[in-house]
């Protein structure tokens, strides 16, 4: 029984079904969205479960919602932007997947779940503590078995796991981590919003050797990148 209500809660029904995410995959396209890797992952993945029910029918439309603890779930547009820009003709690609990938800031684990099948190993960490466990939960639920969390201060990386092929930040520092920075592989990526409460820039910054280029993508608003821990 409790693998039956399993896949009805994946599959989704109304407003959650699976025409509705192919609706919001065709705007993704029609917004720029080309790669189809990204494209298909968003597609297969239920955004409804990371969120309450009271918001699931709102999963699919091309927007950020609260999850609690003052934090959203990034609108899938961006989801997919920052996804897109990290894998693009990357040097570490193979066979279409990253090697290591560190997430800052897990969240409900939305963002895990997209880059999950498209890296071979993922490292997630989250300062708030019962936010981590509901993205165990879900990426536990949808079969990901390449996801690695941590609960600490995401502004620090996770040295031990690095270097990493790509960093994805889900949460705005003023300035870039120093040590994010010094946690990229050679040819690298870091996707990170920069900036204050209100103006931000998505940054995607290339490492090679110990420079780093880079490259302004949109304009953006995430919640800020805090120092420290949450327990509950």
């Not at 693998?3 to 599959?11: E, H």
């Not at 609960?151 to 990493?164: A, I, Q, R, T, V």
């Not at 900036?195 to 995607?204: A, H, N, P, T």
Request: net charge neutral.
């Amino acid at each position: 029984m409790s693998n039956q209500v399993s896949n009805v809660n994946l599959a989704g029904i109304g407003m959650t079904s699976q025409r509705t995410r192919e609706r919001l995959i065709g705007r993704l396209i029609e917004q720029g969205i080309g790669d189809w890797s990204v494209l298909d992952v968003m597609r297969s993945t239920p955004r409804h479960i990371f969120l309450e029910e009271a918001l699931a029918h709102k999963a699919y439309e091309d927007v950020s919602l609260p999850i609690g603890y003052n934090q959203t779930i990034s609108q899938p547009y961006i989801v997919a932007k920052m996804t897109e820009a990290v894998l693009k003709n990357h040097p570490a690609l193979e066979q279409g997947k990253l090697g290591n990938v560190l997430e800052v800031g897990t969240g409900c684990g939305y963002q895990t779940a997209i880059i999950a099948p498209l890296a071979r190993k993922v490292y997630s960490v989250e300062r708030i503590k019962p936010l981590l466990e509901k993205a165990r939960k879900n990426i536990r639920l949808l079969g990901l078995n390449n996801v690695q969390f941590k609960h600490d201060d995401g502004s620090l990386g996770w040295k031990e796991k690095g270097p990493f092929d790509a960093i994805i930040a889900a949460a705005a520092p003023q300035q870039v981590p120093p040590e994010l920075l010094a946690q990229l592989a050679e040819n690298g990526r870091l996707i990170i919003p920069v900036g204050g409460d209100d103006v931000q820039e998505l940054r995607l910054i290339t490492r090679t050797g110990d420079e780093f280029k880079t490259e302004i993508v949109a304009a953006v608003r995430f919640v800020p990148l805090l120092v420290g821990q949450i327990q509950n």
